[in-house]
């Protein structure tokens, strides 16, 4: 059964620092894209960062600079180090792991910032 597992989510003050990670299970053999998205109440589901099994990464415009996403191909694991936190990045984070014929999501994991 293919699992991909969310951890690291919390409050924290504006100007802080929180750390996502996300294991997938080894069922999955071939993972290419891994990524981190993350939805607001009222909101849409939105891309936050993306890294190829080729190392290339992508994030959206408003945490550039903040955000890094780094992945472990050895462990199937794909981290979110998020710094300079901003109330507007409170949302549900969602991981996302992708083989060449499926995505698959985690359950999502709560990061609110505080003012």
């Known amino acids: 059964q293919v699992q991909v597992r969310e951890s690291g989510g919390g409050l924290v003050q504006a100007g802080g620092s929180l750390k996502l990670s996300c294991a997938a299970s080894?069922?999955?053999?071939?993972?290419?894209?891994m990524g981190w998205y993350r939805q607001a109440p009222g909101k849409q589901r939105e891309l936050v960062a993306s890294?190829?099994?080729?190392?290339?990464?992508n994030y959206a415009e408003s945490v550039k600079g903040r955000f890094t996403i780094s992945r472990n191909d050895a462990k199937n694991t794909v981290d979110l180090q998020m710094i300079g936190l901003k109330p507007e990045d409170t949302a549900v984070y969602y991981c996302?792991?992708?083989?060449?014929?499926?995505?698959?999501w985690g359950q999502g994991t709560q990061v609110s910032v505080s003012s």
């Open positions: 996302l792991v992708s083989d060449p014929w499926h995505d698959y």
């Open positions: 890294i190829t099994s080729g190392g290339s990464t």
């Open positions: 080894r069922s999955i053999l071939k993972v290419n894209r």
